[in-house]
């Protein structure tokens, strides 16, 4: 399953919105998740994806923003094991879009 | 002074949805306390409830229903309704001149009980984000305000059973000084999570299950009673200043002319005759009425041993020998107690009745207590009395006595 298609399962059945709304440059806000509601659909990530979110707060504007962040999280998460596995040390954490 | 008209109700309860049919149950006299069924009732020593029939997806959109505990799904559906039912144009009002006065007991208790649950039952630190907005007290009120627009105050009153007869009243009085031309005001609560229900129980005021009939186990004024059931549910009016209200052409409910607020200060628990009978004294004052012009009493009523016996000594104390000519009408016999919905869900039902010349009947009652010798409208409803001026008693937990009284219009 594709970033994408893991991230639309999530909005879908906790937010309720038509697949075919989703998008990838179609705006968060316009389906009903605010600023507020970012730090909510981030926490459906984490668990989703299994991956750890940086404390601070990040904007995401669009699903492809979302569908861009999530990758490079994992990509760093998984360097980071691998890193760690061969007894190096971590980097640092992705820098969130802007 | 200015005058203070009702002119919308609404209502969300375990009698019903809407004020019709609320009405009309609490005229059968039909209990909506039942057994509750959930995997964790079998800890609980009554599983007894009063249950809201509410579906929020029915009412909101699904990012905006994750933000709103049950309390404050009921508490912005309700005003919905009470607002519609005033026909008031919002948006073509001064807001600042519109107020929010909302009373709680226990605000988002099923929120903070799910985030109990994840930290401590399960040993997880996954706290939803929205747990601090949903469970805080104030959120009912704030969504009911960002719902109109309203950016007069926006306040919530939190003084346990008494709570929303306070916000009532408070917003009465700021009609009434001139301070704003409108206020929804009311009380919601939703307390029904496992958490709470076994808090409520080791304090050892819930009713014993009445081993027959269930749904009969909440018995005020009776020798048996045991205690209360809690119940859920909101229930919001429009207050409108009296001559707006004429001049825009609405229909109008009755008219709100006294509050009384006099606390006990005397302990946590238990009421004083002295505090109930002051505050009482206290909104007929307000009302400039005398003891002999009240109808109908809807009683605090709770079915516990100690309110019901101090609330009829207080109200003797107040009326003296009149005491015994009013009904007095006990309705949490069948919708449980709704702690800091209550108030508002009592002064809304007694003021339908009046407006149809009906006194509610105090359900369950079958032999009174002999500390409870006035008359309750025992089991079966009064019709076609007249009632010019109601009271609606709202005592609690902190010793904070309210008490309304309405009038009608005709």
Redesign the interface.
């Known amino acids: 399953m594709t970033t994408l298609e893991q991230l639309s399962k999530i909005l879908v059945k906790n937010y309720k919105i038509d697949p075919a709304r989703l998008t990838l440059d179609g705006p968060l806000a316009e389906l009903g998740i605010d600023s507020l509601g970012m730090a909510e659909l981030l926490f459906f990530i984490e668990d989703e994806f299994k991956v750890q979110l940086p404390f601070d707060p990040v904007a995401l504007p669009t699903l492809g923003d979302a569908v861009c962040y999530i990758d490079r999280l994992l990509a760093a998460q998984n360097a980071t094991e691998k890193s760690t596995i061969a007894g190096v040390v971590p980097p640092a954490s992705p820098h969130p879009p802007a | 002074m200015r005058r203070v008209a009702v002119t919308g109700i609404g209502i969300i309860s375990p009698l019903g949805n809407s004020i019709a049919e609320a009405l009309s149950n609490a005229t059968a006299g039909r209990s909506a306390i039942c057994r509750i069924d959930e995997p964790w009732c079998r800890r609980l020593v009554s599983p007894l409830a009063a249950r809201v029939a509410f579906n929020g997806d029915e009412h909101f959109?699904?990012?905006?229903l994750?933000?709103l505990d049950r309390v404050s799904q009921f508490a912005v559906v309700a005003a919905r309704q009470a607002i519609a039912d005033a026909a008031v144009d919002i948006a073509i009002t001064d807001r600042q001149r519109i107020g929010v006065f909302l009373g709680t007991g226990m605000g988002g208790s099923q929120t903070t009980d799910d985030g109990y649950q994840t930290l401590y039952a399960e040993q997880s630190d996954?706290i939803?984000?929205?747990t601090i907005?949903m469970g805080m007290t104030n959120a009912p009120a704030a969504w009911i305000g960002i719902e109109y627009g309203v950016t007069g105050p926006n306040l919530t009153y939190s003084t346990a059973c008494s709570s929303s007869a306070v916000a009532i009243g408070e917003a009465w009085m700021r009609l009434r000084q001139g301070d704003l031309d409108i206020a929804i005001a009311g009380g919601a609560e939703a307390p029904l999570s496992f958490g709470a229900l076994k808090a409520w129980e080791a304090l050892h005021t819930l009713a014993s299950e009445d081993p027959t009939n269930p749904s009969s186990s909440c018995k005020p004024f009776a020798k048996n009673r045991s205690g209360m059931v809690l119940g859920e549910g909101a229930a919001v009016v429009v207050l409108e200043e009296w001559e707006r209200a004429i001049k825009r052409g609405a229909t109008i409910h009755g008219e709100l002319i006294g509050y009384g607020v006099v606390t006990d200060a005397a302990h946590i628990t238990r009421p004083t005759v002295d505090g109930q009978a002051a505050a009482m004294r206290a909104a007929l004052k307000a009302a400039a009425c005398a003891t002999v012009s009240i109808d109908n009493i809807n009683a605090h009523g709770t079915g516990t041993q100690v309110n019901d016996a101090v609330e009829t000594a207080a109200i003797k104390e107040v009326f003296g020998d009149v005491a015994y000519s009013i009904p007095i009408s006990a309705t949490k016999a069948i919708h449980g107690h709704l702690l800091g919905a209550s108030g508002a869900i009592e002064f809304a039902l007694a003021l339908l009745a009046m407006q149809r010349d009906v006194l509610l009947p105090t359900m369950h009652l079958e032999v009174a207590a002999e500390d409870c010798d006035l008359d309750y409208v025992p089991n079966c409803a009064r019709h076609n009395v007249k009632i010019s001026t109601f009271m609606s008693n709202s005592f609690a937990f902190g010793g904070t006595n309210a008490v309304l009284v309405g009038r009608s219009t005709e």
């Open positions: 959109a699904p990012p905006k994750r933000m996954r939803k984000p929205f907005l």
